[in-house]
């Protein structure tokens, strides 16, 4: 699974990146510990209201998706990933994977090995911050979708949630050491039909999905604090000696 990512470009520089229209009065703070049900930065296209194409947009959304159908927001912490392999059948993920496809930007994501105690060392979870080796950052494959509170008043635009997921798969190499699930990519070339809304085909949208950097994962430990949420900035990337 990704459960924790950095994601510390600025908004500028992603709207900039993925050529997407980005509302300025719109923000969220560098994060180098971004959490399930945080506000995070999703690329989206639309379908604009007078017909007229589509427009493509940088903007917040929930990590967790929440299926439009469900009765309580709290779904959405079970569903911060999608795997690969069933994303298109199962009902949660079936209808924004045929129309509400996103990208979610990152620098790279957090696994954790589990570490026995030893001579002074309790037990504990070591953090591994995985990155495409050639640097970059990653484009995860994401999915969104629109919900509001059962009886909200559907007029008002501050009772719209709009949530997302991580798709994920087998992990491969070097990933694999530390987990055996890993986020997928879109390539750059793929961002168009990825994003698409008009895009339906399942078996064409399902080749579009790529791992990393082709599977050439750079894996190193860092800090503790990692394992934290409330702990946040650069200094959670500092090299630390690999207990294994």
Known sequence: MCGRYVSARSPQDLAVAYQ????????????????????????????????GGTERRLRPLRWGLVPSWAKDIGIGAKLINARAETVHEKPSFRKPFS???????????????????????????????LTPAGGGGMAMAGLYEFWRPPGADRSDPDTMV??????????????????????????????????DPGHHDV??????????????????????????????????????????
């Open 203 to 244: 078996a064409d949208l399902r080749a579009l999905l790529e791992v990393p950097a082709g599977g050439d994962i750079a894996v190193r430990p860092v800090s503790l604090a990692v394992n934290n949420v409330r702990n946040d900035g650069p200094q959670l990337l500092d090299d630390v000696p690999d207990p294994s």
């Open 99 to 129: 129309a509400r496809r996103c990208l979610l930007p990152a620098d790279g994501y957090y696994e954790w090995v589990p570490v026995p105690a030893s001579t002074g060392v309790r037990a504990h979870k070591q953090p591994y911050f």
């Open 20 to 51: 997407a229209t980005l509302d300025p009065d719109l923000s969220l703070p560098p994060s180098w510990n971004v959490a399930p049900t945080d506000q995070v930065w999703g690329v989206l296209e639309r379908v604009l209201e007078d017909g």
């Open 162 to 195: 709009v949530s997302c997921t991580i798709i994920t798969t087998q992990a491969t190499d070097a990933a694999g050491r530390v987990h055996d699930r890993m986020p997928l990519t879109i390539a750059p070339e793929h961002v168009d039909d990825w994003l």
